[in-house]
């Protein structure tokens, strides 16, 4: 399988506000709230245009023609803090059936070298709620270890308390 990361753009917000509010989606992100275009168009002027965001669209590569054939999902690094040299690493889950593990291994490893090579990273961190430990294999896979357990963390779409693991990467 092969994929390109795009720089997301503003017509992407259709895409993006539907994976967002995906229920599946949605219960993994820190905040759960649903998006809208218009929440979306401002985060992304907030956000992408200044370069707080780097966030891409992960499109799959049909193979037997070489050339991008339909986005499947959206990652990013978030919190660049270009002077301790850090970053969040967030990757959104979707519904469609080509971001799967290998798609999801590799937008990941592309991430990571955007992050180390082209940013100058130090460190990436990711969080996974506690209760999805099961999907830190992923993370694992590229190379990141359980850092913290954030205790109460962040409030879930029921109203309760959920703990957080901070997941990290540092530069070798």
Known sequence: MKIYLRP???DDGPNIVKWRNTPLV???CLNQKPITIESNEEFYHANVETGHYLQFIVERIE????????PIATVYLKDIDRTNKRCELCVFTSDDQEWNTESM????NMLLD???NELGMHKVYSYIFYKFLDEADLLKKA???SEAI????VIDSEGDYQDIVR???MRL
Not at 63 to 70: A, G, I, L
Not at 105 to 108: E, K, L, N
Request: aromatic content about 16%; hydrophobic content about 50%; glycine content about 4%.
């Open 167 to 169: 997941f990290s990467l």
């Open 8 to 10: 997301v753009t503003l």
């Open 26 to 28: 949605a219960a993994h």
């Open 150 to 153: 954030l205790k109460d963390e």
């Open 105 to 108: 291994t590799i937008a990941v």
């Open 143 to 145: 190379g990141f270890k």
């Open 63 to 70: 193979e037997e023609f070489c050339v991008c054939s339909y």
């Open 114 to 116: 955007k992050a180390f």
